[in-house]
């Protein structure tokens, strides 16, 4: 993977006054949009289109201080005015155009990424691999915003407005891996960006033809294979780590990829402030 991440990066630097096709891309190069956008912003710290963004404007930079007429540079870069450019310039360098041909600053520049993994031996990934038959999630959705670190109070917000019998019904109800109450992340934005919506399920894991109670949200998911990953510790700082790990180690030497599916937490054990947990975080994946 980050052979294929290198050579992304490589593309880009060569196209930048194209439109770039991430999609025939990924797919030239063996993966999927999916994997690559995940990865690229897992490891990279930024969407890669706002990769691609930043390299753009970082060489319009030079382009300007040279003296070339604004609207020129702005059609070589891919925008259709040279207003449209300007406001583009300005999100990434903090002032605009006309003040850096007066002033020649400040200007804030994007260094051409390179892709190393990095082998330090201080997280342990406790994983297997499980091959799952189709099994559906049931129990409760709602729509949340995506937070990186710490607690997400919105999907707190949402638990606390079951009532305790209702935890009890779910549990009563789950049948199959995995198993407990579960919470469930789908529909997540490929590019993992801090604030964008996903689809987030408080619920259960039930075989394919077991009935779903009418009033209950349900995920059906195919059959294939799972990474599952064993983690203990402070909650959710041990989850979110491990997660991180997971593209940054476990991924990057690994020959799988992953699949667009939900993302499954299982809580194993907690204690009764939810200060610590054991959990398994169970990632859908394919072969490279």
């Not at 050579?7 to 994997?35: C, F, K, M, N, P």
């Not at 400040?106 to 082998?119: A, D, E, M, S």
């Not at 960006?193 to 399920?201: A, P, V």
């Amino acid at each position: 993977m980050i052979e294929v991440l290198n050579r992304l990066v490589v593309y880009i630097e060569g196209h930048l006054t194209e439109e770039i096709d991430v999609v025939g891309l990924a797919s030239h190069l063996g993966t999927t949009e999916y994997h690559l956008r995940r990865m690229f912003s897992s490891l990279a710290g930024m969407p890669v289109s706002e990769y691609i963004r930043r390299r753009r404007m970082a060489v319009a930079a030079a382009d300007l201080l040279s003296g070339e007429d604004l609207l020129a540079i702005a059609v070589r870069y891919s925008y259709g005015s040279a207003e449209a450019f300007s406001r583009a310039f300005r999100a990434v360098h903090g002032v605009s155009p006309s003040e850096v041909r007066r002033n020649g600053g400040p200007l804030r520049t994007q260094p051409h990424l390179r892709f190393r993994l990095t082998v330090e031996g201080n997280t342990t990934m406790d994983a297997r691999i499980a091959d799952q038959p189709a099994f559906c999630l049931v129990g409760h959705a709602t729509r949340v915003p995506l937070i990186h670190s710490g607690t997400n109070p919105h999907i707190q917000a949402h638990i606390a407005s079951l009532p305790i019998s209702e935890h009890q019904r779910l549990k009563g109800i789950g049948n199959t891996e995995p198993s407990g109450l579960l919470q469930i992340s789908a529909d997540v934005d490929p590019d993992y960006i801090e604030g964008s919506e996903l689809t987030y399920l408080h619920g259960v894991a039930i075989s394919e033809k077991t009935p779903v109670p009418e009033d209950l949200d349900i995920l059906k998911v195919p059959a294939g294979a799972w990474a599952i990953f064993h983690a203990a510790g402070p909650y959710p700082e041990i989850l979110q780590s491990t997660w991180a790990a997971t593209a940054t180690e476990w991924f990057p030497s690994s020959p799988w990829r992953l699949r667009p599916r939900p993302s499954i937490v299982s809580i194993l054990d907690r204690a009764d402030d939810f200060s610590t947990a054991t959990c398994e975080l169970w990632l859908p994946i394919e072969r490279e």
